[in-house]
């Protein structure tokens, strides 16, 4: 029975005329032009970070299972934040609130899924890559061959992008009710959920089924990899071998903490506890901090990329003094 309040979905055109009202910050106007500010140079340094990282991989002639793994990560960062941050920015100019359309939502919706589930599938890839070189280094090369990474990387993009398109698709199939006021700066699920006219746990399905697919599976991947590799590292009697071994997992380790953390808080709680000021600072640090943090990460930690950095200055210099 639908609800009082509630836009019928049953009619192709509404959605193509309907439009959504994104809030975003408008309780800080006195701080946004600072904020816009902050956004502005964050998202810029972001990528250039990331673009960097991408780039010098790409010019490495060869380049190993961990390097092609983080060249598809920051791929990932770099179009992530492409689809978040421009809206975010505009936000803070418009001072009422900026507009999207329903299918401008329910796209950003299905890239943002996609994209950070994409993550969460490489995010395991990259730990059963560590596993490998830990606990089988030298079945190592024949393991992490060319062809196995390729399918990996395939099967993290195609596997997400499946699995947000059929939430999206679960989402706006809802009865929204008519305010179509979205206090926050994207089309988060939690934030378009809030506006679900329904008082069943029925809409809150197709998100715990999504969580436990870009979430919880690649999570207990990621830490059935790293037992294995705590295992292994208690039985090296050298500390120094035992210490360079934690080194390469460091980088990883860091960056699962920071993407799990912030997608947990988010999306793994029940619709009750929504609030939209808590969710806004957490998404902040999730779509614009972390991002930041990978390439910083990565090239103060990684001695393989501050190599190909070093190298990629260096020809730099030569190209300038020819």
Do not use: W
């Not at 280094?137 to 596997?159: D, F, H, I, K």
């Not at 059929?166 to 179509?180: E, G, W, Y």
């Amino acid at each position: 029975m639908p609800c009082e309040g509630c836009t019928e979905r049953d009619n192709v055109s509404t959605g193509a005329t309907m439009e959504f009202l994104l809030l975003g910050f408008s309780e800080l106007l006195r701080l946004r032009v600072l904020l816009f500010l902050i956004f502005l140079i964050v998202h810029l340094v972001t990528l250039a970070g990331n673009m960097m990282i991408f780039m010098a991989v790409i010019m490495e002639p060869s380049r190993p299972p961990m390097l092609f793994f983080l060249c598809q990560l920051s791929a990932i960062e770099l179009c992530y934040t492409l689809v978040i941050v421009p809206k975010a920015l505009l936000s803070l100019v418009v001072v009422d609130g900026s507009t999207i359309s329903f299918l401008g939502c329910a796209a950003q919706m299905h890239l943002f899924v996609a994209l950070g589930g994409a993550e969460c599938f490489l995010l395991a890839a990259m730990s059963y890559d560590r596993y490998v070189a830990i606990c089988q280094p030298l079945r190592y090369a024949a393991v992490m061959s060319e062809g196995l990474c390729l399918r990996l990387a395939l099967t993290c993009g195609l596997g997400a992008f499946a699995v947000s398109l059929v939430l999206t698709a679960a989402v706006f199939r809802l009865p929204l009710c008519r305010s179509h006021r979205i206090n926050h700066f994207f089309c988060d699920v939690p934030a378009v959920l809030h506006l679900a006219c329904t008082q069943s746990y029925t809409p809150e399905l197709a998100l715990l089924a999504a969580c436990v697919l870009l979430l919880l599976l690649p999570f207990l991947v990621i830490l059935a990899s790293y037992v294995c590799i705590a295992v292994a590292l208690l039985h090296l009697t050298s500390s120094v071998g035992r210490g360079k071994a934690f080194s390469t997992c460091f980088s990883h380790l860091a960056i699962t903490l920071l993407h799990y953390g912030c997608a947990t808080f988010i999306y793994i709680r029940p619709k009750s506890s929504y609030s939209p000021a808590r969710d806004k600072v957490v998404s902040l640090v999730y779509t614009n901090i972390t991002p930041l943090m990978y390439p910083l990460i990565y090239s103060l930690r990684n001695k393989e990329i501050r190599g190909i950095l070093r190298k990629m200055l260096r020809r730099k210099k030569i190209a300038q003094m020819n």
